[in-house]
C-alpha cells in the first residue's frame, strides 16, 4: 500500500491508473477506521481494480461549537488497520495543502442539505460537497463508496455529482452495526460505558419503528410518537431529531410505505450520534450494484 500525502502525487498515481486502464475506487473518510469504514472498502476491492482510501478530517465540515479539536486521529493505527486488506494507495493530505492561503472557494449545496444534519448543523454540507469534489478532482475515481449511515449525504453526493457533471458512479453501502445493533462509529470509541449502554437507544428506537410497520401501523405521527417514548426511556439520550421522509427528496410522509426511511439524531453526552432505516424494506442497499439513486 502507497501511503500518499502530496496532492500532486494522488494526481500522478491516478493518472497512471487511468492510463493502465484500471477502474479505480474511492472510500473517503476522516479516519480512526473501523468495521463501517472496512466494508465500504470490501466493496471497492470486489467492484474495481485499485482502490484508494482517504483519511482526512475535514475542518469545513465542522461548526465552531462542534468536536472537531476532540474528532479521533490514529493514522498509525489505520495504516494498520488498511495494511493487510491489499488497497492500493492511502491518501492522507494536509488541512494546509487542502486549504492553502488564500481558499475561498465552496460548494452550496440546495435544499436537499436544509434539514435534518444541515438543519442542526448549518456549515455542514458546503463543507461536506466542497470536499468530496475537491477529493474526487484529486483521486478522479470512477466509483466512489458511501455509507447509508450518512443517508442524507449520499443524497447531497448524488445531488453533487449530477448538478456538476462529475464522472463518478456513487455507491451506497449499508450501514454496519456492533453486534448489539449500535451503529460503528469513529466516535462510539469515546463514549464511556454508561454512554455505550445509553447510546442502544437509538437502534431501538428505530428497531419499534420497524416492528410498528411490520404490525400495520401507517401513521406517520403514530410512530414518531413511538420513537420518541423509545427515545425518552434514555435519560442520557438529547434529541436532535426524529424523522419518517421519503428518501429521494427527504419529505416528511404522513403515510408510511414500504421504502420509507425513519432517522434520528441524538446526543449522549458530548456525543452526537445518527441512525437510520428503511422500513419495511430491508436490504435497499444490500446489492453492491446499487447507486446511491433512490
Ligand atoms: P466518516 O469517517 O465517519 O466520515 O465516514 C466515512 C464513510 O464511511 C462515510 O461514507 C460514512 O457513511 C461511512 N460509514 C461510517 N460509519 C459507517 C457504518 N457504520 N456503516 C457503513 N458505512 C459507514
Do not use: W
Not at 410522509?253 to 434520528?264: F, I, Q, R, Y
Amino acid at each position: 500500500m502507497y501511503h500518499i500525502t502530496a496532492l500532486a502525487d494522488m494526481k500522478a498515481f491516478s493518472r497512471q491508473a487511468r492510463l493502465t486502464g484500471k477502474k479505480l475506487a474511492f472510500v473517503p473518510t476522516m479516519g480512526a477506521l473501523h468495521e463501517g469504514h472496512l466494508s465500504l472498502v470490501g466493496r471497492a476491492k470486489e467492484g474495481c481494480d485499485a482502490v484508494v482510501v482517504s483519511v482526512f478530517v475535514n475542518p469545513t465540515q465542522f461548526g465552531l461549537e462542534e468536536d472537531l479539536a476532540r474528532y479521533p486521529q490514529d493514522l498509525a493505527g489505520d495504516i494498520e488497520i488498511l495494511s493487510p486488506l491489499r488497497v492500493d494507495v492511502l491518501f492522507s493530505p494536509s488541512a494546509a495543502d487542502m486549504y492553502p492561503q488564500g481558499f475561498e472557494t465552496f460548494v452550496a449545496p440546495g435544499s436537499l442539505a436544509a434539514s435534518l444534519e444541515g438543519a442542526c448543523r448549518p456549515c455542514h454540507f458546503r463543507g461536506v460537497a466542497t470536499v468530496v469534489l475537491k477529493l474526487f478532482n484529486i483521486v478522479r475515481p470512477d466509483v466512489a463508496y458511501f455509507g447509508q449511515k450518512d443517508f442524507q449525504q449520499t443524497l447531497v453526493v448524488q445531488r453533487l455529482i449530477e448538478d456538476l457533471n462529475l464522472d463518478v458512479q456513487l455507491i451506497v453501502c449499508p450501514i454496519a452495526r456492533e453486534p448489539d445493533g449500535l451503529a460503528r462509529s469513529s466516535r462510539n470509541a469515546y463514549m464511556s460505558a454508561s454512554e455505550r449502554q445509553a447510546a442502544l437507544v437509538l437502534h431501538r428506537s428505530l428497531r419499534r419503528a420497524e416492528e410498528l410497520f411490520r404490525a400495520g401501523e401507517t401513521k406517520a405521527g403514530r410512530i414518531l410518537e413511538e420513537i420518541q417514548k423509545v427515545l425518552a426511556t434514555e435519560p442520557q439520550a438529547k434529541v436532535d431529531y426524529v424523522a419518517l421522509v421519503e428518501p429521494t427528496r427527504l419529505q416528511p410522509v404522513a403515510l408510511v410505505t414500504p421504502g420509507s426511511l425513519a432517522l434520528v439524531a441524538a446526543r449522549i453526552g458530548a456525543i452526537r450520534l445518527i441512525d437510520n432505516t428503511f422500513l419495511g424494506s430491508p436490504g435497499r442497499y444490500d446489492d453492491p450494484r446499487r447507486t446511491g439513486r433512490p
